[in-house]
Every structure is written in C-alpha cells, then in structure tokens.
Nanobody, 123 residues
Framework: QVALVESGGRLVQAGGSLRLSCATSGRTFSSYAMGWFRQATGKEREFVAS????????YYADSVKGRFAISRDNAKNTVYLQMNSLKPEDTAVYYC????????????????WGQGTQVTVSS
C-alpha cells in the first residue's frame, strides 16, 4: 500500500555519525508508527528504534540507546535515524518499516518495508 525508500547509508569510520532517511509515499504516513531495523550478514533482522504516529513516543534497542535518535517529519512523509558514535557492530543493512504501534519490536509486527540501505562502520 505504501512505498518506503531508505537513503543515507555509507561507509563511515568508528566514532562517526550518519543520518538515515526513509521517505514514504501515500497520504496516510501519519497513520503509521515507524521503525528502524537492521540485519547484518548472516544474522537475524533486529529492532533498532521506533517512533509513534505523532512522534511523541520513541523506543530504542539497548545496543543503540544514547547513540541513535529516531525522529519523523509527517509533513515530509519522512522518518530519520540519526546515528552517532558508530561502532563496527553497527554494520548492517538498515530497513525502515511501517506498523501499527511503535511499542512493537518484532519485525513480524510491521507491515511495510523498504529495501534497505547499507551502513558499514570500519574500525
């Protein structure tokens, strides 16, 4: 129903920062909670961060808390993931997803997915 396109992923050195963007189509962007997930090669997709429909509530995986920040701009139909103090273990394909509620952390609870953007953190 909606298309999501991630951008901003690139090679960065440990300790650096990146901002990922997820542009979405459709008139109902504000009706969805949005999440960021990541999947490293050979590993399962895991929750990173999520944000409620209004942007009033955010949730983070323990591994990124204090380093990453999720935000959204409903007027631009875009969700962001600001990533600071990047570590090699952050290397993964990052996906944005749309779901019903931000307090769901399982990938299975999200309905729409982008194709992902590669983030590589070198040591």
């Amino acid at each position: 129903q909606v298309a999501l396109v991630e951008s901003g992923g690139r090679l960065v050195q440990a300790g650096g920062s990146l901002r990922l963007s997820c542009a979405t189509s459709g008139r109902t962007f504000s009706s969805y909670a949005m999440g960021w997930f990541r999947q490293a090669t050979g590993k399962e997709r895991e929750f990173v961060a999520s944000i409620s429909r209004s942007g009033g509530s955010t949730y983070y995986a323990d591994s990124v808390k204090g380093r990453f920040a999720i935000s959204r701009d409903n007027a631009k139909n875009t969700v962001y993931l600001q990533m600071n103090s990047l570590k090699p273990e952050d290397t993964a394909v990052y996906y944005c997803a749309a779901g019903s509620d931000a307090y769901y952390f399982a990938p299975e609870r999200y309905l729409y997915w982008g194709q992902g953007t590669q983030v590589t953190v070198s040591s």
